[in-house]
């Protein structure tokens, strides 16, 4: 397995971006789908983007198409999510994940989970 922290969360006003990492560890990164998910206060966790294996498939949640990407780089070991045009909404916490074999928004499919980083977006 992986071990995986996530940074970059903080609070934000609406319509500022930010960029969360996900930095792993142990096993090999780039063996490993991973993807971002999120959970607002009192709501379930949902899946936000996705990335395959060699970065040359992304999946989107339609929440956050045109304003989120996700990125990453086998070399570092990081899988990045860029957000532009945050809005109060978006607010959560977020986590990323990596799977051998995912269904990129389901995620039970994921096999191991980070601690989360907050993103809160003030209106």
């Known amino acids: 397995q992986v071990q995986l922290v996530e940074s970059g969360g903080g609070l934000v006003q609406a319509g500022g971006s930010l960029r969360l990492s996900c930095a792993a560890s142990?096993?090999?990164?780039?063996?490993?789908?991973m993807g971002w998910f999120r959970q607002a206060p009192g709501k379930e966790r949902e899946s936000v983007a996705a990335?395959?294996?060699?970065?040359?498939?992304?999946y989107y949640a339609d929440s956050v198409k045109g304003r989120f990407t996700i990125s990453r780089d086998n070399a570092k070991n990081t899988v990045y999510l860029q957000m532009n045009s945050l809005k109060p909404e978006d607010r959560a916490v977020y986590y990323c994940?990596?799977?051998?074999?995912?269904?990129?928004?389901?995620?039970?499919?994921?096999?191991?989970w980070g601690q989360g980083t907050q993103v809160t977006v003030s209106s």
């Open positions: 994940a990596a799977g051998a074999t995912v269904i990129y928004r389901m995620a039970g499919s994921y096999e191991c």
């Open positions: 990335v395959s294996r060699s970065g040359g498939s992304t």
């Open positions: 142990g096993r090999t990164f780039s063996a490993y789908a």
